[in-house]
């Protein structure tokens, strides 16, 4: 069964420093999401991304934040400067459609882990 | 906007005993109606949906009615397991997003 593939699994990251977490949607799908998830609390939507552009994003996404669709597999999540409340384990998404009865259900990767120190 | 209300957790069971979470909605139209299940450690997977009014989803001895009347769409289940101990999510209907509450944890003991 085709799958969402995230990497890295763990990330270990020093407050300030830049992170890259990378993801490997579903072949044929169109739309492309992250979620974070802190601790203990609710799955959070950061951002949705469809034909190369960002089409939906939340109040957390802010500047620090952005993504990128390098090539044709490649969907990336990056922190420009993390911080120690970035620490959350961040999920990755994709669909076949949206707003399309059935369409729009969600394939979730495993999610990378990030730590802050 | 669409939204959901979905009742807290966590929910504490013994093995083999009858599950209910609930789940009420609002929405424009008729949208589908999602239950997610976060197993420990893992990410979110789908575990049942329904796509029309009346539609029952059904999955791993999970079920969810889509009843327009009362717009709800509780999960159910006859016969809990040790391994259906984790978090489900009530998805609410959206054309760019599904956003997701906290959740209920049920915990199943042997």
């Known amino acids: 069964e085709p799958e969402v593939t995230q990497t890295p699994s763990h990330q270990v990251t020093q407050m300030g420093q830049e992170v890259i977490l990378r993801c490997v949607p579903i072949?044929?799908?169109?739309?492309f999401y992250w979620y974070r998830q802190i601790l203990g609390q609710k799955v959070e939507f950061l951002v949705s991304?469809?034909?190369?552009?960002?089409?939906?994003k939340s109040e957390i996404f802010d500047d620090q934040f952005s993504v990128e669709r390098p090539d044709g597999s490649n969907f990336t999540l990056k922190i420009r400067s993390t911080k120690l409340e970035d620490s959350a384990m961040y999920f990755c998404?994709?669909?076949?459609?949206?707003?399309?009865?059935?369409?729009?259900?969600?394939?979730f990767g495993a999610g990378s882990r990030l730590t802050v120190l | 906007g669409n939204s959901v209300t979905q009742m807290e957790g966590p929910v504490t069971l013994s093995e083999e005993a009858f599950l209910t979470i609930n789940c009420t909605y609002t929405?424009?139209?008729?949208?589908?109606l999602f239950w997610y299940v976060q197993y420990p450690g893992e990410g979110l997977q789908l575990l049942l949906k329904a796509t029309k009014a009346d539609d029952k989803g059904s999955n791993k001895g999970f079920e969810a009615t889509y009843r327009k009347e009362t717009t709800s769409f509780h999960l159910e289940k006859g016969s809990v397991q040790v391994s259906d101990s984790a978090v489900y999510f009530c998805?609410?209907?959206?054309?760019?997003?599904?956003?997701f509450g906290t959740g209920t944890r049920l915990l199943v003991s042997p």
């Open positions: 998805a609410p209907p959206g054309f760019q997003k599904l956003v």
């Open positions: 998404a994709s669909s076949y459609g949206q707003g399309v009865a059935g369409a729009n259900v969600l394939t």
């Open positions: 991304f469809y034909n190369n552009e960002i089409s939906e």
């Open positions: 072949s044929n799908h169109l739309y």
């Open positions: 929405a424009t139209g008729y949208p589908s």
